[in-house]
T-cell receptor, first 114, second 116 residues
């Protein structure tokens, strides 16, 4: 089954404790991205990747890091999480960075930073 | 600034009635338009898209959307609502003239509640 898999689904952590949210897709997609979803704000892009070893900042990259060492994986790293990073996070992928192509989304990771 | 507006935070519809979820946009060039749905505790699922051609596009689960260039709108519609349609709906736009990051511009979302 074609899918984007995120782990964990739920995470509660303390301020300053480094964490990684994993994202993996099995569709051989080139384009992957991370979003955060906050009430009333819709989805805001954190980082995106056009292909392996090619990453770039989205709208809200501060406090986040990503890597794309393999085509299928695109982990999101919070080196020193803060409470304002409490949010619902989604990983997405699409076949190519083409304007006509819809994205496939993971099921989301609900992160709480206390 | 380029933006997407979903003017209603919540839409309430009785089961069996037609539903409309509104979306308007302000972007340069000819945009590509998308609707996604988010069911509780699930990720976003693609519903339909408008790229070019017929202004009425049909998508998953019986949904359709009408592109209106003069009104810069892309409203989501369904002739007969089901309780299972209750979810959060997002409109997204990808401007033709955007730089090469192919970024989507998202609306804030509309919560659709279908009452039995």
């Amino acid at each position: 089954e074609a899918q984007v898999t995120q782990n964990p689904r739920y995470l509660i952590t303390v301020t300053g404790k480094k964490l990684t949210v994993t994202c993996s897709q099995n569709m051989n997609h080139e384009y992957m991205s991370w979003y955060r979803q906050d009430p009333g704000l819709g989805l805001r892009q954190i980082y995106y990747s056009m292909n392996v070893e090619v990453t770039d900042k989205g709208d809200v990259p501060e406090g986040y890091k990503v890597s794309r060492k393999e085509k299928r994986n695109f982990p999101l790293i919070l080196e020193s999480p803060s409470p304002n990073q409490t949010s619902l996070y989604f990983c997405a992928s699409s076949l190519s960075p083409g304007t006509r192509i819809e994205a496939f989304f993971g099921q989301g990771t609900r992160l709480t930073v206390v | 600034a380029q933006s997407v507006a979903q003017p209603e935070d919540q839409v309430n519809v009785a089961e069996g009635n037609p539903l409309t979820v509104k979306c308007t946009y302000s972007v340069s060039g000819n945009p590509y338009l998308f609707w996604y749905v988010q069911y509780p505790n699930r990720g976003l699922q693609f519903l339909l898209k408008y790229i070019t051609g017929d202004n009425l596009v049909k998508g998953s689960y019986g949904f359709e959307a009408e592109f209106n260039k003069s009104q810069t709108s892309f409203h989501l519609k369904k002739p007969s609502a089901l309780v299972s349609d209750s979810a959060l709906y997002f409109c997204a736009v990808r401007p033709e003239s955007m730089d090469s990051n192919y970024q989507l511009i998202w609306g804030a979302g509309t919560k659709l509640i279908i009452k039995p």
